[in-house]
């Protein structure tokens, strides 16, 4: 027999995993990129790094920005349900508390249970609860912008690293390939880690995330390579 006790499911704690792999997997191949790109185009070793340098700063400035506009979007949104909700409280108390206890039916209670639930906890706290089963809003989810701005910049420039120190002791000669194979067994390594977090087929996400990452590496060396002939 199963011992008692608090099951543990993957999607526990998923979505900060999810966002940081993003991050980090957008750095790598934004800053592997372009510093590819610029290398494809016949530039000298200290413009490489120049570029790399310029799109770990930028992007993880991007991320910070629209991650920060983002989240805030989103907070003001759940205020101002809040603020309709707590003024629907305040104008019709027993018509709030059907709709909760309707709530409760729906999700299977039987509507005498429901409605002794619904009574039960709008007297404890009516505006969580319809913020909670209504609204579906959370106190633990409650958006943070300035620290998903943080969280976002971070993860960004930590993946962006990788290319831009791996491409300043690479030799100018095969900067490329030595960018090309230091990111992609990164993308490697954080496609299965989030793979495995989540449960799923760790060879197929790793792979995944390598193959399109390559995809876009490749189509960025290319563009460079065709500009650096025609300028």
């Known amino acids: 027999m199963r011992p008692r006790g608090h099951e543990h499911h993957q999607l526990t704690g998923i979505g900060w995993l999810r966002a940081a ?51 805030h979007s989103q907070a003001d949104t759940e205020a101002a349900a809040l603020a309709q909700e707590r003024a629907e409280l305040d104008g019709d108390y027993a ?25 039960q906890l709008m007297a404890h706290d009516a505006l969580g609860s319809h913020a909670r089963d209504e609204l579906g809003l959370s106190a633990t989810n409650r958006p943070r912008p300035l620290q998903a701005a943080l969280a976002s910049a971070l993860s960004f420039a930590s993946g962006a690293l990788v290319p831009l120190l791996v491409g300043a002791f690479a030799p100018q000669h095969h900067i490329a390939a030595v960018i090309v194979g230091a990111s992609l067994l990164c993308l490697l390594i954080l496609g299965g880690l989030s793979a495995q977090a989540g449960g799923a087929n760790v060879p197929t996400g790793a792979l995944r995330v390598a193959f399109w990452s390559a995809l876009a590496m490749a189509v960025t060396a290319g563009a460079g390579a065709l500009f650096g002939s025609i300028a």
């Open 95 to 119: 018509g709030e508390s059907r709709e909760l206890t309707d709530i409760y039916v729906r999700r299977g209670l039987d509507a005498p249970l429901a409605r002794q639930v619904a009574e």
């Open 21 to 71: 792999v993003l991050g980090a997997n957008d750095g790598i191949v934004s800053t592997a990129s372009l510093m590819l790109g610029v290398a494809a185009a016949h530039a000298d070793h200290a413009n490489v790094l120049i570029s790399g340098f310029a799109a770990l700063v930028a992007g993880a400035m991007s991320m910070a920005s629209g991650e920060y506009v983002s989240v």
